[in-house]
């Protein structure tokens, strides 16, 4: 069904989504989101402040989707055909995460943001934005076929368990930070065709193995020389 069609409606008791439910007005959650399976859409802003748990689902359409709380995926598949905001700590544990071209994932605030075993494909955008690193653990995979933005001096770390692997196809970038983002070595990264770009002045990406062998030699150059 169609919730809170209208933007008066703007505080509502979080849904146990299993179904259909479009939000069409800005609507503020007064407790935790919780996504089980189903799908989430519509054309209005959502805004759970006291957090999003979920193993299964689809987010889709909105506007955006804002986690001030705690964000725990466990296990299941998630697909994000929209934006989703995370501000708070982000964990995904078992999860197949999948962001289809049109998703967007923002990580955002000082909480590390930790992905432990599962899949993370991203064909649309995630943008690295806080200060906190995104941890691969245990096993973990994450495919860029998209763009991932760091917007900040945070990296990509393996701090636990069976190595996990970044395989980049799409292109990772550096946009923001005035000092050094790093990849952490193997067994975390894994090269393989993309592009590696710098736009922050003193950016650094240790790992310039995420640029595949055959990538334009400037680019690679520009960030051993940075």
């Known amino acids: 069904p169609d919730f809170f069609s209208h933007s ?22 007064n407790d935790i989101f919780v996504l089980s399976s189903g799908s989430v859409g519509g054309v209005g802003t959502v805004a759970a402040g006291s957090g999003l748990t979920g193993a299964g689902g689809t987010i889709t359409r909105t506007v955006g989707v804002t986690v001030g709380g705690a964000a725990a ?8 055909d929209a934006a989703l905001t995370a501000n708070g700590a982000f964990t995904a544990t078992g999860t197949t995460l999948n962001l289809s071209s049109a998703g967007v994932l923002t990580l955002n605030g000082v909480d590390d943001k930790v992905i432990t075993g599962g899949t993370v494909t991203n064909n649309g955008l995630v943008n690295l934005a806080g200060s906190g690193a995104l941890r691969l653990n245990d096993g973990a995979v994450f495919n860029n076929p998209g763009s991932f933005d760091i917007q900040s001096d945070a990296g990509v770390l ?4 069976a190595g996990a ?9 550096k946009s923001g930070g005035a000092g050094t983002s790093g990849v952490s070595p193997s067994p975390i990264v ?17 790992a310039r193995r995420v640029v595949a062998a055959d990538a334009e030699p400037a680019v690679a150059e520009r960030l051993e020389r940075d």
């Open 8 to 29: 008066e409606f703007i505080t509502a008791v979080a849904p146990n989504c299993c179904g259909v439910v479009n939000f069409n007005g800005n609507t503020t959650l």
């Open 73 to 80: 995926l466990t296990g299941g598949s998630v697909l994000l």
């Open 158 to 161: 393996h701090t636990a368990g």
């Open 190 to 206: 894994r090269p393989s065709r993309g592009w590696c770009a710098v736009r922050s002045r003193r950016a650094l990406l240790r």
């Open 165 to 173: 692997s970044f395989t980049n196809s799409g292109i990772v970038m």
